[in-house]
Structure formats: C-alpha cells, structure tokens
C-alpha cells in the first residue's frame, strides 16, 4: 500500500485510501507545492478546466502567489477567492459567496476546486465542490497541522447558525497534497492544538507511534520538518486505515471520535471562543481515559500515559473555567453518537484497542468531569 517516491531528488511518499467511491492519493512530503501542476496532469486535470482556489485571509498573502505563479506557468487558467480566516466562515454565507465568485468566474463542470488552508477551508471549498453543478472534483491542499485528519476521508459541510457541522456531504477528493514546510508559518497555539490529532491517532491505533511520539516531542514542537513529516504520515495511515474500512461512519469510523465527546461538550460551552479544537479534545482524552479505566478496567496507567503525552505536547488536561456540568452533559446528550438519549462514548481497553460504548450512566460522567475539574 505504501510507496516512497523519489522525483529529481526529492522525496515525496504516497498513501492510498481506498473507499468504495474511488481510490485516491495522499502525498506527503516537503517543498511538495512545488509538484502540484504535476500531480494535477498527473491526475488528468488538462490546462484547459479552469482551477479554483479557495483559501483563507491568513494563508492567502503567505502562499497564494507562488502557487499561482506555478500554476499559470504550467499553462493554468486560474481563479481566487479568499474567506476570511476563521470558522465562522464555515457558513451558508460564505459558501453562496462562493457560488456567486465561481459563476461569475465561468466555472462549469469540469473545473477543479483546490482547498488551500486549514480544515475550514478543506471543509467550506469540499463543500463548495460537493455541490456545485451536482459535484466538481477537488484536491486538498491541508497546510495545519490538524488538516493531516480533517482533509482525508471525505467529510465536508459548514455550520448552521445553531450548530457545528449541520450541513454537508461525502466527497472525496482527487487526491491531498501535504508540503510539510506549510507548518513553518503555523501559530503556535494551532500547531499545538494540531498535535491533540496526531495523539488521538497514536492511542487509538499504535502503542509504537505512542513511544515514537514520546522520543521525538522535542524535535517535533521545534518543528523539526523531517520529524513532522514522519509524525504527519503516521497520522495519516491511522485515519487511512480507519475511513478505508468505513467511509459512511457506520462502524469502525467512530473511533475517531476518541476524546470528541466531552471535547464538542467543552467547545460548545464555551462557545467556541475559549478552547482550541485540539485543546478541547485533549481535555476530551484524558477524561475518556478515566472512564475507560471504570467502564472496561483498562489499566490505570493509561491515564498517566494519556496525560503525560499531552502534556508534552502543551495540551491541556484539566478543565481550567468551572463550566457547569449540567451544560456539558445536555451537549454530550445531544450528540451526534448518542443513541435513544444514553451516553455513548470512544473508550480504550488499552493503547490501539478502542471501541464505542453505549449506556453510560450520567453519574460516571460527572465523577469524570469533578477529577478533571478538581484535578484529581
Ligand atoms: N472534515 C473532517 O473530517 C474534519 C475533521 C476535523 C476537523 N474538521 C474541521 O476543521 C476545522 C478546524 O481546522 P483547523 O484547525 O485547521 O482550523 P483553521 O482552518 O481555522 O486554521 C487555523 C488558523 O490557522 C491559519 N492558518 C492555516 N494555515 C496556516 C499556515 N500554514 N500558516 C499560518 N497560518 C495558517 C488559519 O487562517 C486559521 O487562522 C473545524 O471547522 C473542524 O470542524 C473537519
Ligand atoms: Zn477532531
């Protein structure tokens, strides 16, 4: 399944998630940009379809025009929108910006929309292409770390003014482009948070991607390139393998929600104004731990373990503002995984060993969100 690829001296590797609609490709590597006219004829886009790039206020200044450069130079009729940063614009708004941008533009059938940004842009323009004349094709083009997870498997969609991820669709893309070197530019707080989804991936599917995330932390939050690169590629296998198996969510696919339950609880609290994404599902992390260690007598340890790692990494552990509990559990009551009004949550018999649990009393999950509280 796995290929590295040498290309002119650089080194580029390649994934294959394999799904029931189409196979595609994620590839990896660093100074990867530069390869996108040929990955694109390589995956028979032709000069003459029209590109659309949707990216954000932040990503636009730092990259677009060296992208762009390379695309018209291979011959590319290219068009630009940009959204402003932040997931507000995960909206219906912006997404009828776009129709409005992709008509004007001359946009038809088969023109391909490249997502270039952070899992709002990945989610908004997949969106955006999963709609548009009934379906264009798109590549994505992640450049958080987060968007290691959020641009492979085919879930897009935007918000709804009363809640996150209302609207959307599978789409899969034509393939996914990660240049590592995009992280050099990354805020602190958003490789940081980015980091809360590669642990999610070590611990739900690979005790030595655990270890390996343990030796090389130092490294990897001086945002050593090579080391990131390995880091984001493991990643990316776990997800790989996840949605390969499950592309519709049925199943195994659940499990990627490991940490999201309290995680979405705690980010929907606080409005989505306090926690990162990452920070929130690291909190979520810790207190699936506790509770696997009550419901399915996982050891103790992996408490410590879970809480060590993040804390590596920067992440919080513990819920710092006293957020009610009552809110939280009506959030976590009100979650997309919650069946016939019990709690269900991703529990962990040990590191790799994860699986979906219903019927879980609400005086479990209160113990839990009192010791994450109090620190205990
Ligand atoms: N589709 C999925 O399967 C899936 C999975 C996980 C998360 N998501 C979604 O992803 C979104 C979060 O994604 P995110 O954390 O990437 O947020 P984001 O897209 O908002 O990016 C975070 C911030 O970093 C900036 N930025 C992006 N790349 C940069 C770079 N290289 N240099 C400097 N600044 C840069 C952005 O402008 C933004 O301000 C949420 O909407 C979430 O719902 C989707
Ligand atoms: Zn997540």
């Excluded at 690291?282 to 731990?289: H, R, Y």
């Amino acid at each position: 399944m796995l290929t590295g690829k040498e290309q002119r001296g650089f080194k580029m590797r390649e994934l294959r998630v394999q799904t029931k609609s189409r196979p595609y490709s994620v590839f990896v590597g660093i100074d990867l940009l530069t390869q996108l006219p040929i990955l694109l004829l390589r995956h028979e886009v032709q000069t003459k379809q029209k590109l659309f790039l949707v990216t954000d206020s932040h990503v636009y200044p730092l990259y677009a025009n060296g992208i762009l450069g390379s695309l018209q130079a291979a011959g590319y009729d290219v068009h630009i929108a940009v959204i402003p940063a932040g997931e507000k614009s995960k909206s219906l708004e912006t997404l009828d910006q776009l129709y409005s941008d992709a008509i004007k533009a001359g946009l038809d059938r088969s023109s391909v929309v490249l997502a270039l940004g952070g899992g709002v842009v990945g989610d908004l323009a997949g969106f955006f292409a999963a709609s548009f004349m009934r379906g264009i094709p798109f590549v994505q083009i992640p450049t958080t770390l987060l968007a290691h997870d959020s641009s492979i498997g085919g879930k897009v969609g935007i918000n709804h003014k009363l809640g996150k991820n209302y609207m959307g669709a599978f789409h899969q893309p034509l393939f996914v482009l990660f240049d590592v070197k995009f992280l050099a530019s990354l805020p602190e707080r958003e490789l940081v948070s980015g980091f809360a989804e590669v642990v999610k991936h070590a611990f739900i599917w690979d005790k030595q991607f655990v270890a390996w995330l343990e030796g090389n932390n130092k490294a990897l939050m001086q945002r050593d390139l090579p080391i990131l690169e390995e880091a984001i590629y493991q990643g990316c296998k776990v997800k790989i393998s996840v949605v390969s198996d499950d592309e519709r969510e049925n199943g195994i696919r659940a499990i990627l929600n490991y940490g999201h339950t309290i995680g979405h609880a705690l980010e929907s609290v606080s409005e989505y104004q306090f926690y990162t994404h990452g920070e929130a599902i690291s909190i979520g992390m810790v207190g699936a731990a506790m509770l696997s260690v009550d419901v399915l007598d996982a050891p103790s340890s992996l408490i410590q373990d879970t809480e060590t790692l993040l804390r590596k990494f920067s992440l919080p552990t513990r819920i710092e503002n006293n957020w009610s509990d009552e809110a939280l559990l009506q959030v976590m009551k009100r979650d997309k995984k919650a069946k016939l009004g019990n709690y269900t949550f991703v529990l962990s018999e040990e590191v790799g060993k994860t699986q979906v649990v219903n019927g879980i009393s609400e005086a479990k999950i209160r113990e839990v969100l009192q010791k994450l509280k109090r620190g205990g």
